[in-house]
């Protein structure tokens, strides 16, 4: 067995492994050395000589990759954490309880050119507009480099190297986005990027987009994969037998066991380096891009196939990454919801929250079932009972979504225009119940998700393959769409809404009436100690109601706080509501001391509340 590590600073013809480059083995069986002369930007790989085969081997803790056509036999690059200038040190990642989580995958999300990839610096050149939207953090679907591309991203190779092809390296680009990076640092009071030098890294180039994501009050997530990485299928050079043993058995192999998961092997977590390397990729992203989370893949997976050393690496990871970064989320995807999850390593697996599908499944099927008709049943007690997300201690533990990269890409299930209506996702129709669906996402219990284009009424399912023509459509606002532009700012003005009212931020919410037969539903959300009383009512119904009276917690006047129905042909002339403002009587209805008799536009959704908000 030898290592030797080999590069252009060797000076040795064609990086040949010799005497001189050899490494030497430690008492405790790790592989050192020293390299005089090797700096930053430099190439360079091992030549492992093992007992199976030899061969070269990427650096599994390399930072980037060389850009080569004949990938995966591309290099490591040397690259200086520290290299990068950052202007962020007085962001604070938000409170849990104050996150909107906007999810999008780097290549589909804001390519050039139609048929192009999309890049780090393309979506932050969409940071003005996704501040605008008034979310405030952005979950980044996988973003290290992948065995294939294009990439989902569920099949990782080098876990601490951004994916080549999200780099940008054409240099009239780059000047445009050097020139879009200085604007916006001028415009928050810091002096521009010296040099487009600074941008040539590709981890530089995904560090400026976290840097000015903060300076923006974006939050920033990784989604990571822990419970496997990709096949390696033709890579010889990763880490998949890194010390050349015998790959007759998949057991053999450091990193890997022969428990498989979605076309790759689940990482050998009983053993402490193993585990240790996954932890210190999680802490690289922590400490060298200043990410404000992880979004953790499949820990039911990760489960299944480690059993016990599955459990004690979630301890593991949850008490590191929170040492590290207290107020950093951690949230697991498990599937089904289980409350251990959420709950602290010495009774759970450590995680601050998990992705929850109570509300995706029974408002989907709802959405679903409107579309067949004013005549079809409508399920809204099953949408009641997952107001409140079960099999969780506290609301907060649960991020919402109606449409995620899973769901809603090619191949799965319909966006929700297309749910609303499968012949045509541009009608009132498709409009108003796609306003219903995501205005009771925003305004109902738990960490609300946005999937990229959701806010515009975005109606094909999404690919990560540039040449499919499923990318997300800015074309159409671009454009004018009157349909999409109407959404955009329903959806903007639906998220300004949960700001101001801190009751739809809470814990608190009781569904007080359910009608299947009239299609609507109510749910008060309130303040313990502080009332700021709000009350939701929600129709799928495809006829406006007059004097449809429902309960309410205390009489006099209520404001009329949001009103779907009016971003309709903005603003509707024929807008069906109550004026701004009603007058609650004390006629008890609902469990309440109050009611009022209200106008319920058609597929629409209304809030009240007791002030104007904050």
């Avoid at 992948?146 to 190779?157: F, K, Q, R, V």
């Avoid at 498989?260 to 891009?289: K, M, P, T």
Wanted: with cysteine; net charge negative; proline share 5%.
């Amino acid at each position: 067995m030898a290592v030797h590590v080999c590069g252009e600073f060797n000076n040795v013809p064609q990086w040949e492994a010799s005497e001189a480059n050899l490494m030497r083995k430690d008492d405790r069986g790790y592989w050192t050395g020293f390299v005089s002369g090797a700096k930053e930007g430099d190439p360079y790989k091992f030549f492992v000589k093992g007992d199976g085969t030899s061969g070269y081997k990427r650096d599994p803790y390399g930072r980037e990759l060389s850009r080569d056509p004949a990938f995966p036999h591309c290099n490591c690059i040397i690259r200086d954490p520290g290299s990068y200038i950052w202007h962020d040190s007085e962001f604070v990642t938000p409170d849990h309880a104050n996150m909107i989580i906007y999810q999008l995958h780097v290549g589909a999300y804001a390519p050039t050119v139609p048929g192009a990839t999309g890049t780090f610096l393309g979506v932050l050149e969409k940071i003005e507009y996704l501040t605008d939207l008034g979310v405030n953090v952005v979950q980044l679907l996988p973003i290290d480099e992948a065995e294939t591309s294009p990439t989902l991203g569920y099949n990782g190779s080098d876990y601490f190297s951004p994916d080549l092809g999200y780099i940008e390296y054409d240099e009239t680009k780059l000047q445009g986005h050097l020139s879009t990076i200085n604007r916006l640092l001028v415009a928050r009071g810091h002096a521009p990027l010296p040099d487009i030098r600074l941008l040539t890294s590709g981890a530089n180039q995904l560090k400026a987009l976290i840097d000015l994501c903060h300076l923006n009050g974006l939050a920033v997530v990784f989604d990571v994969v822990y419970n496997h990485a990709g096949g390696f299928v033709g890579d010889d050079e990763a880490l998949y037998f890194l010390d050349r043993f015998s790959n007759s058995n998949n057991n053999n192999s450091l990193y890997f066991t022969d428990q498989s998961w979605s076309g790759g092997l689940s990482f050998a977590l009983w053993n402490q380096d193993v585990r240790q390397f996954i932890i210190n990729s999680a802490l690289s992203y922590l400490d060298e891009y200043h990410i404000d989370g992880l979004r953790y893949d499949e820990i039911s997976a990760l489960l299944a196939m480690n059993q016990t050393a599955g459990w004690s690496f979630c301890h593991d990871i949850t008490n590191t990454v929170r040492w590290i970064k207290p107020r950093a989320l951690q949230n697991a995807e498990h599937w089904p919801v289980n409350s251990a999850i959420t709950e602290p390593p010495q009774s759970g697996a450590g995680f601050d929250v998990m992705q929850h599908d109570g509300l995706r499944i029974s408002l989907r099927d709802a959405i679903r079932q409107a579309s067949y008709g004013q005549g079809s049943d409508v399920n809204l007690f099953a949408v009641a009972n997952n107001i409140q997300p079960y099999g969780v201690s506290d609301s907060l533990k649960a991020v919402t979504c109606i449409e995620n990269h899973d769901i809603v890409r090619e191949g799965k299930d319909l966006r929700i225009p297309q749910l609303a209506d499968g012949s045509n996702a541009r009608s009132w129709y498709a409009r108003s119940r796609s306003r219903v669906g995501t205005g009771l996402l925003l305004f109902s219990p738990g960490i609300p998700q946005i999937f990229m284009g959701q806010e515009f009424l975005e109606d094909k399912q999404w690919s990560d393959v540039p040449s499919a023509p499923l990318h997300i459509w800015w074309d159409g606002l671009a454009l004018g769409d009157q349909s999409m532009v109407d959404h955009l700012r329903f959806t903007r003005e639906a998220i300004r809404a949960r700001w101001r009212h801190p009751a739809l931020r809470g814990a608190n919410a009781r569904v007080f009436y359910v009608d299947n037969e009239d299609r609507v539903i109510g749910i008060h959300r309130w303040l313990e100690g502080f009332g700021r009383d709000a009350i939701i009512i929600a129709s799928l119904s495809e006829r406006t109601y007059y004097n449809y009276r429902v309960g309410f917690p205390r009489a006099g006047a209520w404001l009329e706080s949001f009103n779907s129905d009016v971003y309709d042909h903005w603003v509707n002339p024929w807008v069906a509501g109550n004026g701004g403002q009603i007058a609650v009587s004390g006629q008890p209805m609902h469990s309440f001391i109050a009611s009022a008799a209200l106008v319920i536009p058609a597929n629409g959704i209304l809030l009240f509340t007791t002030d104007a908000g904050d």
